[in-house]
C-alpha cells in the first residue's frame, strides 16, 4: 500500500485569515501595492522597534539585500566568508565581481573560526561576511578586533538570526551591516 503523505520541512503557523482582512480591505481600497506604501512604511518602522535597531529597509528577499549590502558598503577585490552557508551568501559576492575567500568554521557553533581569519587577509581584502549560523551568534567581538586593526567592513548574513540578542543587545548591531531573510525556512519569534 503506498502513503502518499507529504512530510514538510517546515509549515508556516499561521493566524487566522479574519484578522487579515480589515487589512487587505484597507490595501484594496488605497490601491497602493508598491512605492513604499502606508503599510510597507509601518512594517519597517515596527519591525526596527522590535529588533532593535535604527535603520532598517526592506528588500525583495534576503539575497538581493546581500547583493545591495556589498554594493552600498563599496566593497571590491576579496571577501572572507564562510561556505557553511546557503549558496545565496557566495552569490552575492561573485555577481558583485568579489572573490570569495573560505574560512574554516569552529566546531562548536559551526560560525566562522575568528582564529583562522587573519591567514586569509591580502592586500585585496576588503571585507569579512560571516553568518550566524542557526541562530548562533558568531564570534562578534573578535572578528571586529580583526576588521579593525585591517580596516575590513563586516557585512553579517543573519537570515537565520532574527530576533536573536547577545545579553539585551540586538545581533544586528554588530558589525557595518546585517541582512535577514523572510524565506519560509526561517524561524520567527513575536511576542
Ligand atoms: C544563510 C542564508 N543567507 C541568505 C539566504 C537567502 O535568503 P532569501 O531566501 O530570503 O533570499 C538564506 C536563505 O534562504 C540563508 O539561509
Known amino acids: 500500500m503506498s502513503d502518499n503523505r507529504k512530510i514538510y520541512v517546515t509549515q508556516p503557523s499561521l493566524p487566522p485569515l479574519e484578522e487579515f482582512t480589515e487589512y487587505l480591505k484597507q490595501i484594496w481600497e488605497s490601491k497602493v501595492l508598491t512605492n513604499n506604501g502606508p503599510f510597507h512604511r509601518q512594517f519597517e518602522k515596527e519591525l526596527a522597534g522590535y529588533l532593535g ?5 526592506l528588500f525583495t528577499n534576503g539575497t538581493l539585500a546581500l547583493v545591495i549590502a556589498l554594493q552600498a558598503l563599496r566593497v571590491t577585490g576579496e571577501v572572507i566568508t564562510t561556505p557553511f552557508s546557503f549558496v545565496a ?5 561573485w555577481w558583485n565581481n568579489i572573490k570569495p575567500v573560505f574560512v574554516d568554521i569552529e566546531p ?21 561576511l560571516p553568518v550566524h549560523v542557526y541562530g ?15 580596516g575590513l567592513k563586516i557585512i553579517y548574513d543573519a537570515a537565520h538570526a532574527f530576533g536573536v540578542r547577545i545579553k539585551e543587545n540586538s545581533i544586528l548591531n ?13 524561524s520567527f519569534q513575536y511576542n
Not at 560560525?111 to 571585507?127: G, M, R, S, Y
Not at 551568534?137 to 586593526?149: L, M, R, Y
Open 89 to 93: 551568501t557566495t552569490h552575492s559576492l
Open 53 to 57: 535597531v535604527k535603520y532598517l529597509s
Open 136 to 150: 548562533n551568534p558568531c564570534k562578534v567581538g573578535e572578528i571586529q578586533k580583526i576588521a579593525d586593526t585591517y
Open 174 to 186: 554588530f558589525g557595518d551591516l546585517s541582512i535577514l531573510s523572510f524565506h519560509a525556512t526561517k
Open 108 to 128: 562548536e557553533y559551526f560560525t566562522l573560526d575568528p582564529e583562522k581569519i587573519e591567514a586569509a587577509i591580502t592586500p585585496q581584502t576588503t571585507a569579512i
